[in-house]
């Protein structure tokens, strides 16, 4: 599977960005997909998960309500709409692809290349 992330880029703060993961090779209600983010000085965290089939979703504390984590099986791309958008979401945000539906990091296989969203204040 090939993951390919867009849809970063400077924002301030309260405003919103979809984050789109796109996905070759295998469909991705193959996999549970996840979003991942690292600060600068940060380990890598998890944001927000989606099982295969849609029917599970995961969320990080501090962006429940905020971030809404969804999946388009007929483009084969998991997105990630970020609203209300804070500065210390600020990180490189990246999406993978596992064959569990997990909050660990180590659980998942495939990686996109990383997409850089700033939040101004």
């Known amino acids: 599977v090939q993951l390919q992330a867009s849809g970063g880029g400077l924002v301030q703060a309260g405003g919103s960005l979809r984050l789109s993961c796109a996905a070759s090779?295998?469909?991705?209600?193959?996999?549970?997909m996840g979003w991942f983010r690292q600060a600068p000085g940060k380990e890598r965290e998890v944001v927000a998960v989606?099982?295969?089939?849609?029917?599970?979703?995961y969320y990080k504390n501090s962006v429940k309500g905020r971030f809404t984590i969804s999946g388009d099986n007929a483009k084969n791309t998991v997105y990630l709409q970020m609203n209300s958008l804070k500065p210390e979401d600020t990180a490189v945000y990246f999406c993978?692809?596992?064959?569990?539906?997990?909050?660990?990091?180590?659980?998942?296989?495939?990686w996109g290349q990383g997409t850089q969203v700033t939040v101004s204040s």
């Open positions: 989606i099982s295969g089939s849609g029917s599970s979703t």
């Open positions: 090779g295998r469909t991705v209600s193959r996999y549970a």
């Open positions: 993978a692809a596992g064959r569990t539906y997990s909050i660990l990091e180590r659980t998942y296989e495939y």
